[in-house]
Nanobody, 126 residues
Framework: QVQLEESGGGSVQAGGSLRLSCAAS????????MAWFRQAPGKEREGVAA???????AYTESVKGRFTISQDNTKNALYLQMDSLKPEDTAMYYC????????????????????WGQGTQVTVSS
């Protein structure tokens, strides 16, 4: 089992920055790929960014050049640096982890991931 806990959300003005963190605990050696998803009110949850071996990253088009995903394996932590935030980035952000050796459906496909955090709210005002 892997437990994920997000932090770092908050309210910022457009153009500002936030850094989300995801702390993983439990059997952290059982997962490989990790990702950030978000869900805005009234919308489906969407993949924002993912990191997978060997340290490759993927981003949804709308955040490319503004968001950076990174991982610190020594701390079992996942990060999402979000710069130049826009009101449309407002959402609940979730951290997710994929169990090692399981089927990979795609980095932005929810069923790829088996563990989820509770989420952290990001609100961007114009």
């Amino acid at each position: 089992q892997v437990q994920l806990e997000e932090s770092g959300g908050g309210s910022v003005q457009a153009g500002g920055s936030l850094r989300l963190s995801c702390a993983a605990s439990g059997s952290t050696t059982t997962h490989d790929s990790m990702a950030w998803f978000r869900q805005a009110p009234g919308k489906e949850r969407e993949g924002v960014a993912a990191i997978f071996p060997p340290a490759m990253a993927a981003y949804t088009e709308s955040v490319k050049g503004r968001f950076t995903i990174s991982q610190d394996n020594t701390k079992n932590a996942l990060y999402l640096q979000m710069d130049s935030l826009k009101p449309e980035d407002t959402a609940m952000y979730y951290c997710a982890a994929k169990v090692r050796g399981t089927i990979y459906h795609g980095w932005n496909v929810e069923r790829t991931y088996h563990y989820w955090g509770q989420g952290t709210q990001v609100t961007v005002s114009s």
